[in-house]
């Protein structure tokens, strides 16, 4: 059975997002028009479909790292402010771009919430990410032909 580690990741969070989309199981909610992901950003994101990359980045993060934490994510998304007249200190994302398509995925039934240990994946959440990297590798395969043992 094919998992995460075994495709490239940029190429599957790409087809998770197309998924998240075209399936209405997230929504953007009005306000991620006009904001930055945090306070190392100096503007918004320059793509209108962020929101569902942001969601699929989650959902692939909390598949791989999970149980995982708000602040642990915070950390992965932030990055380093940039500052022109001292060194640049890294600084988290932002709370809200990250709680929201969380809680999203949680109605979606994608991952659950643990009390004390952070967020996993659900049974369902695994299952669409599985499924979804299966689908690449024999994508990926039928291109190129050192791959198909894999399949």
């Given at each position: ?60 993060k909390v598949y791989l790292h999970g149980p995982i ?83």
């Open positions: 059975m094919t998992n995460v580690n075994e495709v490239p990741a940029d190429l599957l969070i790409e087809i998770l997002a197309s998924k998240l989309k075209d399936e209405n199981i997230v929504t953007p909610p009005e306000w991620s028009n006009f904001v930055k992901t945090g306070s190392h950003a100096e503007r918004p994101p320059q793509s209108d479909d962020w929101w569902y990359v942001r969601c699929a980045s989650l959902l692939r934490g708000l602040s642990d994510l915070q950390d992965f998304y932030g990055g380093k402010k940039n500052i022109k007249f001292a060194k640049r200190h890294q600084r988290k994302a932002g709370q809200s771009a990250i709680r929201k398509p969380l809680q999203q995925l949680e109605s979606a039934g994608y991952i659950e919430k643990k009390e004390i240990q952070g967020r996993i994946i659900s049974g369902k959440g695994m299952s669409l990410v599985d499924k979804t990297s299966a689908v690449l590798l024999k994508n990926l395969a039928e291109s190129n032909s050192e791959l198909k043992r894999y399949v």
